[in-house]
């Protein structure tokens, strides 16, 4: 069984290290890495990283709940749980779609519950499995802007704007994506149409939130407008 990755953020040793003992009594496998400060963690937090984010409210520095601001700005799925002496920000925590409370003195079975929860989670989140220089990667879909076949290899475009090269065909990774809201608008471009903002009828493309022209081959053009609609219409009754 995979384990949680997760990031716990205290800037008290002694409270880290209790949370940690509570942490390898759980039923639920993890591997966890420290951070004494809201700063250190979002120095290196990229989406994808960590599946649970335990986060201290009351830190000196930035606040717990200032740096889940920041991190809900570039990452709106990764699970996050306050740890506190107190749950007078239980409205914020609620407004930044916190996962769980653990007040402190913090309890075995709260801590049990929450990784079931955050497992759960994980086992029903969508991905697309890859080979990268022999090791299997994940990378979250809902992350994933479009597939671009170049030569020899495939492009991964994510939402962060970064881009990911793989040696490779772009029909080897459909199927994993049959299911879920992707387009193949042409024979080289894959594209997650929750990305896309419009359709440019005259240069016959999507248009992304990113200002990317996806390319619609003649035949798909129909395929592609009834494609996005049914997207569109799909989202408006909270189905996807």
Same mark, same amino acid.
């Given at each position: ?49 960590? !599946? *649970? +984010? ?5 830190? =000196?520095?930035? @606040?717990?709940?200032?740096? &889940?601001?920041?991190?809900?700005? $570039? ?37 049990? !519950? *929450? +990784? ?5 989670? =994980?086992?029903? @989140?969508?991905?697309?499995? &890859?080979?990268?220089?022999?090791? $299997? ?39 994993? +994506? ?63």
């Amino acid at each position: 069984m995979e384990p949680l990755t997760i990031a716990l953020c205290d800037d008290l040793p002694e409270e880290r290290e209790k949370l940690l003992a509570l942490l390898e009594q759980a039923p639920v496998q993890t591997t966890c890495t420290q951070f004494g400060s809201s700063e250190d963690l979002l120095e290196v937090f990229r989406p994808g990283t960590y !599946d *649970l +984010l335990l986060m201290d409210i009351y830190m =000196k520095g930035m @606040t717990g709940v200032e740096a &889940v601001q920041r991190i809900r700005e $570039a990452d709106e799925t990764v699970s996050i749980a306050f740890t506190t002496t107190s749950t007078e920000h239980a409205l914020e925590g609620y407004r930044l779609s916190v996962l769980k409370y653990l007040e402190k003195p913090i309890r075995q079975k709260d801590v049990d !519950d *929450l +990784l079931r929860l955050v497992k759960q989670k =994980k086992d029903r @989140t969508p991905y697309l499995i &890859v080979l990268q220089n022999g090791t $299997a990667k994940k990378f979250l879909l809902s992350e994933l802007m479009y597939l671009e076949q170049k030569a020899h290899h495939v492009i991964l475009a994510l939402k962060d704007g970064t881009t990911v090269q793989l040696y490779g065909k772009l029909s080897t990774l459909i199927p994993q +994506l049959v299911e879920h809201p992707f387009f193949c608008s042409h024979k080289s471009y894959c594209v997650n149409l929750a990305f896309v903002c419009g359709i440019d009828e005259e240069l016959q493309c999507y248009r992304t939130v990113d200002g990317k022209n996806i390319p619609i081959s003649r035949p798909n053009r129909w395929k592609a407008k009834r494609a996005y609609e049914d997207f569109l219409f799909a989202r408006a009754r909270g189905a996807v």
